[in-house]
């Protein structure tokens, strides 16, 4: 895994929903009445009247049709779900230090999970009827359309396993990278809320929270509340990614995906199939499933299928009752389970995805984050072993070996995944600087306000990122297409460069900063053409050094699409978690 980037609600980059997952923060409310239009819950078979709750993202009926060429046209009749995909692309881009440009006409892969209609029925019901609105929603386009815009040539696959489906992505993608089918796989999901189908469906199945709350292994319990987000991942084979200097963040050891076969009902749980993928996974893998120290869960908060979940785990690790001891793990370290369904709701089809990313940022800080709200645990829930419940914060110690996680996801069809995460640490370390001269950290964005908010983006990130000067340079310098509007720092350390950025940001000057309009004494004259926007390319990529570094640098400057005749959306009221 070389590159991530995810949305979800209340969390627009990877920093943002670590933070929001650290806070145990609850993203549900109220849902406004023009998210479902025609939505009247009086009419549904149901003793009570459901509260009406998610965790939805801000302005979803917003895009950056600019950045990516797109005309006004096409950008009203496309998915939101398929307008997230292309942003999330280019921040895992990114974040990978890859400039797309570098993947023109390559031999790289991609592989989106699907499985939401909202915008179709809306646009349907709205009575348009074009070429526009036809590519702009066919699910065939989530995938195909990422391969258009970056000009891939490799496999490109759209799948729908229903809430299994982010991993089963994911899954595929790995398969495909160890054939050599691809040489770079984007793999990921998204998830719009937007039309009242599915919700009024969902409610009248039993299978969303009545009360509008979402509690994974809770004693009250009683369903999930829906999300909305994505996630995009890069994935990489990891000696092409250490050959080639990529920011390697967790690696892939395993994955499996299977089917449980005929059930007491079409959606019924099958505890035979969890079990099985999570053992095949783990064989696929080439280590045993009692090394896990944490399981992401799918944890979807219902009264069966919470201990369904459990059961599987403690049977696949030797955990349960009649199994023999899980001899690989220090009785005192926990394997500890989490959810993020406990924060940002259920976002189906990219629930794995997001899940997956939870895992990664686990492992890579080394605590476990607490699932909010579990207080007392469903009694139906036979804990056994070292197998316990993320009621809390915990601190995951380092050891002489790698952390390794597991990531569920179940769908509702029957289709199950389970993927084996494994922690990643750099073999060697660069020096921060190199003879005390300055490094050149070059910055660009669409626009002023766009390049102010990057700048900001990266002066809170660079303190605590674990790069060197170096390894940013080669971020920025090799590993970002260059936009018109840029601005470059000189700096000498880590510190002269966040004040730099700062500044940058708040609009005032810095001794180390500089752009086309400022002058400055010891700028070098191969830096003109770049500043000035007469060359594209970085004159100093090479002295920045192979590495690069992962960083999170994309804000986006949207516009609102949407459909012709429909009012703005009302914004999602702030979260109130629901009654207790």
Known sequence: ???????????????????LLGRGEVRFGPIPEDRFPGLDVSTLKMTDKPVLRAALLHRIDEFDAALFGIRNRMAVAMDPAQRLLLELTWQALEHAAIAPDRLARSNTGVYVAAGGYDFRERVAAAGIRDGYTGVGNLLSFNANRISQQFDLCGPSITVDTACAGGLTAIALAVSELRTEACDTAITGATNILCAALNEAAYLQSGM???????????????????????????????ADARRDGDPVLAVIRGAAVRHGGRTETMTSPSLSAQTAVIARA???????????????AHGTATPSGDPLEIAALCQVTGDGHDASPATDRDARSPLWVGSAKANVGHLEAAAGCIGLIKAVLTLRQGRVFPIPGLHEINPRIALAGSVALADR??????????????????????????????????DH?????????????????????????????????????????PEVAAALGAGRRHLPRRAVVFARSTQ??????????????????????????????????????????????????????????????????????????????????GPR
């Open 208 to 238: 969303l929270s009545p009360r509008g709350r979402c509690v994974p292994f809770s004693a009250d319990a009683d369903g999930y509340v829906r999300g909305e987000g994505g996630a995009v991942i890069v994935l990489r084979r990891l």
């Open 1 to 19: 895994m070389v590159g991530m980037a995810c949305r979800v609600s209340g969390a627009d980059n990877l920093d943002e929903f670590a933070a």
């Open 496 to 577: 002269e460069a966040c004040e730099a950025f700062g500044a940058l940001a708040e609009d005032r000057s810095h001794p180390a900063l500089f752009d086309s309009r400022t002058a400055h004494p010891d700028r070098p004259p191969a830096q003109a053409p770049w500043l000035t926007g007469e060359t594209s390319a970085w004159p100093w990529a090479a002295e920045a050094g192979r590495t690069r570094a992962a960083l999170v640098t994309s804000p986006f400057d949207r516009r609102r699409f949407w459909i012709p005749g429909e009012p703005e959306l009302k914004d999602a009221p702030p979260p109130d978690e």
């Open 282 to 296: 783990w064989s696929d893998s080439g280590l045993t499933p009692r090394a896990m120290g944490y399981l992401e």
């Open 429 to 469: 370390t660069v020096q921060d600087i190199a003879g005390g001269r300055p490094v050149a950290l070059p910055l660009s964005a669409s626009g002023a306000p766009s390049l102010r908010r990057t700048a900001s983006l990266l002066a809170r990130q660079l303190p605590d990122c674990g790069a060197t000067l």
């Open 393 to 426: 914060p915990m601190r995951w110690p380092s050891a002489d070996r790698p952390r390794l996680a597991g990531v569920n996801a179940f769908g509702i069809s029957g289709s199950v995944a389970h993927v084996v995460v494994e922690s990643w640490e750099p």
